[in-house]
C-alpha cells in the first residue's frame, strides 16, 4: 500500500511546492556562498597587504650604517 493517502493531484501539488523551496533554498545558498567567497577574497587581499608593508626591505650594510 502507499504510504501517501492523497490524490494524484495533491501529490502534483506537494511535489511542485518543494521543487518551488528547493530552487529557493539553493539560491539563498548560493547567493550566501558567492557572499562568503567575496569576503573571503578581501582578507586574503588585506593579508597580502599587510605581508608587503611588513616585510623587511633588504638593505646594504653602507645604507644602514649611513642610517645609523
Request: charged content about 40%.
Amino acid at each position: 500500500m502507499s504510504r501517501y493517502r492523497a490524490t494524484d493531484e495533491q501529490l502534483d501539488r506537494e511535489i511542485a511546492a518543494v521543487r518551488t523551496l528547493v530552487r529557493v533554498r539553493y539560491r539563498r545558498a548560493m547567493a550566501d556562498l558567492r557572499e562568503l567567497d567575496q569576503a573571503l577574497r578581501e582578507l586574503k587581499q588585506e593579508r597580502r597587504r599587510r605581508q608587503v608593508v611588513l616585510e623587511p626591505v633588504a638593505v646594504s650594510p653602507e645604507e644602514a650604517a649611513a642610517v645609523a
